[in-house]
């Protein structure tokens, strides 16, 4: 049977002090709600929920009522092809979700046992995982400390001949440095596929993420900057490439003749129905980025000059889509740590989520990476934080956050 890896924190020795207390609970509370005539409403204000506003119901009634509800129909291909237009791409690959995504696009590149991919220490665990299934090694590198993206001057020195792609991501929605690092790529020969579950929308000096690297990721998850549930979608402009993720999301049926198989596929399709709401969201897009750029902005003008607290930079070369905005505690200055002011936003019926903990802290990975430390991941980890980040935020709500925030600092 199945052993799940057991870490304890003694076993950690100081790595333990990165490791986040337990999430506090979000207390129910009444916020005065300023416009006239309402009474204050008892409320909780969620670090992240979906905005389904726009033609979600039309289409999901419409592949109700042609009876196509499965993973052929027309939503499928149109939101195929409007996701795929959006990020400056030939091609789009729905698909089950956004590990998945990674999976396939990776798979396309018939890794092999032994074979390494690049990625960053700082990611959700689907990145490494999409490593792991193809029987290849995640190589770990660390952050750099002003946008909080893989620090690329760390890349070549992990380089072995064994290394096959480098897997960036674009962490909270703000893009990596993607020249710098298309450029060391082709100098070693190395596929690129970006992960950009998070980055919708986001923009490397003009060009949008998806269409950056060799292939890329996304994911349609609720509290993704667009939704379908459960979804994800494979970008790329590489004709042979996106023809394979077709074929292996599909079981890899062979086009001589059915139930004929020359890959070992998989079914990661995704339905008509979870494609009719996802077309209604990419008509939103823009709308949603807009949103997540102001609630950042109205965040950071609202906590600017609290001792302490650090808000997201965006480089001059990026558009940052804010897919969560994250904030550092600098616990002696601030006069907090990271976890009490946590508790201090609960009480107050803020939910908020800690940041990412790196892939080299985690139980399941602990043996590989045994001792290696990456100082920029365990700072980010160890110190930071998301406040409620939704495309639905209001600006009440987010003077509400701010000003818990500014009260509760340490004079
Ligand atoms: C959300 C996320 C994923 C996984 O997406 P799912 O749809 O939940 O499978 C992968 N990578 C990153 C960076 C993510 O944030």
Redesign the pocket.
Known sequence: MLQPAELSLEEMGDLADVIPAADPEVKLTYRPIPEFGQAPRRSLIPVCEPTLGGNEMKYVQQAIETNWISSAGRFIRDFEARFAELCGVQYGIACA??????HLAMATLGLEAGDEVIIPTF??I??AN?VTYCGAKPVLVDMEPDYWQMDLNQVEAKITPRTKAIVP???YGHPTDMDALMALAEKHGLMVIE?A??AHGAEYKGRRTGGLGHAA?F???G??IITTG???MVTTNDRTLAQLAWNLRDHAFSHERHFWHKFVGFNYRMTNLQAAVGLAQVEQLDGFVAARRRNAAEYNCRLYGIPGIRTPAEAPWAKNVY?MYGIMVDETEYGMSRDALRRVLADHGIETRTFFIPMHCQPVYWQQFKGERYPVAENLCKRGFYLPSASSLSLDEIEYVAGVIRKAAQP
Do not use: R
């Open positions: 979700n956004g590990t998945v995504a990674m990611t959700m689907a990145t999409a991501v674009h962490i992960d579950a998070e990721g994911s349609f998850y509290n993704k459960e979804g994800g897919w």
